[in-house]
């Protein structure tokens, strides 16, 4: 009690101390000068002392029992799923891994009278620019044979890739292709002619750009716009031009499924001497889904092409199943395009044909299945397909003419073609490459196809028979079996040419790291054989010489 009275005391004296200030409630519209007052006390307060308490606080006893805690955990399966990591095609820039070497040359000759030569060199930056050049040049001569029997090749090119602070690639290319294929195939019994006048050749000057994006961009669309120029002029005054404008994007939904668009329009004006100017101008709008699932994918599209005032709206579908992982997956499809056999095209398949001739479009629609995979060393693929080629360019030799040139006739010919290929690696160090093509044709107008081969067969095989630090050396043979084509004999009836078989070997030896030797033979069977009537080929040829990297 008498603590408590104490403490009440000493808060009334604090209280009391202090200057204190009352302002009293204003009323409502009055004068608040005058409703204030203060009241100031002084109050001196005095405690007396008393004597202080003394507390001694008491642990509490040590409780030295032990007990024993029993635990129950529940047994619990906790399923989690792990999402599969998401694998999808981002453009960028077409860098390779980087090789050892910026440049390499390589130089030689061969029987018969065949000079060789091949250098390319790149600059670089990474991440900022790529600027390379590359030159070959390749001929032979085997007049001992037959009068002009030569060819040679030509080719010049620039080419570069600039990336920009935007994460937009530029690629850029310029160069020339010059190709003489002269006219040998005449008569050499009844006729003699000079080199001048059985001279045949084509240059093309080429251009192209294009402009891409190489990373993920805010709204995930990868894009590319680019354009193609060519001009070719041969020694007889015909020229051909041609102007490839493409915008190519796609859009990803999920990081799974794409969607693709593609805008082409082709441009080709074709001027021979003699004949009438042509214009073959097609365009093209190919929109596509691809729907995927870890062992599926189905494609889902359309090619819509317009040419001559017509339109056309052709397939574009095709799906795979994976019906035992990678090594063994099952497809079909069904697709439609139109082709531009311009003269160039033409004359790259058969440089012997008429410089007045029609260029003209072949329009395919083409079903086709087949199976491929992966199985230990073995990668193959084997396909069935039937097409149906409305305006297919076939090859018939002119006996009349002085040269023997090639007509191009169009046809409507149904094609079944059965296929495979197959990589195999039996043993280290030892590759094998073997593809197979045969085709079965119905023609309608024509009574064969002329000039086309129904049997193709490649076969390669390289070897690395030695490798050190600074030295290895590569075996490499390849066989090449081609059946003979349809022709029409000087009577109008249908033959049928020799079948083509190459047998070719060759190898390298780099004794020093930067400098090696290699040799090429070609035709060790030494067979001429025509790939196109009165064509004969180059028989046995040999190619050696000294290549070098930096």
Not at 35 to 45: G, H, L
Not at 479 to 492: Q, R
Request: hydrophobic letters at 35%; aromatic letters at 14%.
């Amino acid at each position: 009690m008498e603590y408590h009275s104490l403490k009440v005391l000493f808060v009334f004296t604090l209280l009391c101390a202090v200057q204190v200030q009352i302002k009293a409630q204003t009323p409502a519209g009055g004068d608040i000068s005058n409703q204030s007052q203060d009241v100031i006390k002084n109050f001196d307060a005095r405690l007396i002392e008393t004597e202080k308490i003394k507390a001694f606080p008491v642990l509490p006893a040590i409780d030295t029992t032990t007990k024993v805690q029993s635990y129950t955990v529940p047994n619990k399966v906790v399923n989690i799923i792990y999402q599969p990591p998401k694998l999808r095609p981002i453009p960028v820039a077409p860098q390779k891994n980087d090789p050892a070497y910026d440049g390499y040359a390589k130089v030689g000759y061969g029987f018969p009278n065949s000079p060789f030569a091949e250098g390319a060199y790149k600059f670089s930056q990474p991440s900022q620019y790529v600027l390379g050049f590359y030159g070959k040049y390749h001929a032979a001569k085997d007049n001992a044979y037959i009068e002009n029997m030569r060819f040679s090749d030509l080719k010049l090119e620039a080419n570069g890739t600039y990336f920009t602070p935007a994460n937009i690639a530029l690629d850029g290319k310029i160069g020339f292709e010059g190709k003489e294929r002269p006219y040998y195939g005449y008569d050499h019994v009844k006729f003699t002619e000079t080199e001048a006048s059985s001279k045949q050749f084509f240059n093309t000057t080429y251009f192209g750009a294009k402009a891409y994006n190489t990373t993920k961009n805010v709204i995930d669309i990868n894009y590319s716009a680019g354009l193609n120029y060519y001009r070719l002029t041969d020694n007889f005054g015909g020229t051909e031009s041609n102007i490839d404008l493409r915008f190519d994007a796609s859009k990803w939904f999920s990081d799974k499924y794409p969607l693709g668009l593609t805008i082409r329009t082709d441009f080709t004006n074709y001027d021979s001497t003699g004949g009438k100017t042509q214009d073959l101008n097609n365009y093209y709008l190919q929109p596509n889904f691809t729907f995927k699932d870890d062992n599926y994918s189905v494609r889902i599209g359309a090619n819509i092409v317009n040419t001559k005032d017509e339109t056309f709206f052709l397939p574009d579908l095709e799906g795979t199943l994976n019906v035992g992982g990678t090594e063994f997956i099952i497809f079909a499809g069904w697709k439609g395009d139109i082709n531009k056999n311009s003269y160039k095209q033409l004359t790259s398949y058969n440089p012997y044909i008429f410089t007045k001739t029609t260029i003209a479009n072949t329009r395919k629609t083409e079903y086709y299945g087949g199976i491929k995979g992966s199985v230990a060393q073995i990668d193959y693929s084997a396909q069935i397909g039937y097409s149906k080629n409305i305006g297919l360019p076939l090859y018939l030799a002119n006996n009349s003419d002085h040269f023997r040139r090639f007509n191009v006739l169009y046809d409507s010919v149904s094609i079944t073609n059965i296929r495979g290929a197959v990589t195999f690696h039996p043993i280290p160090k030892l590759d094998f490459i073997g593809t197979v093509s045969q085709n079965v044709y119905n023609t309608t107008r024509e009574k064969a196809a002329w000039g086309l081969p129904s049997l193709d067969v490649n076969a390669t095989a390289k070897y690395t028979a030695y490798e050190n630090k600074t030295q290895h050396a590569i075996i490499k043979a390849s066989a090449f079996l081609l059946n003979g084509v349809n022709i029409k004999d000087a009577s109008g009836n249908q033959q049928r040419l020799d079948g083509i078989f190459d047998l070719n070997a060759g190898g390298e030896f780099w004794f020093l790291q930067n400098v090696g030797v290699f040799l090429d033979v070609y035709n060790l069977l030494n067979i001429r054989q025509q790939r196109w009537e009165n064509y004969p080929s180059f028989g046995l040829n040999v190619l050696g010489g000294v290549t070098a990297r930096f």
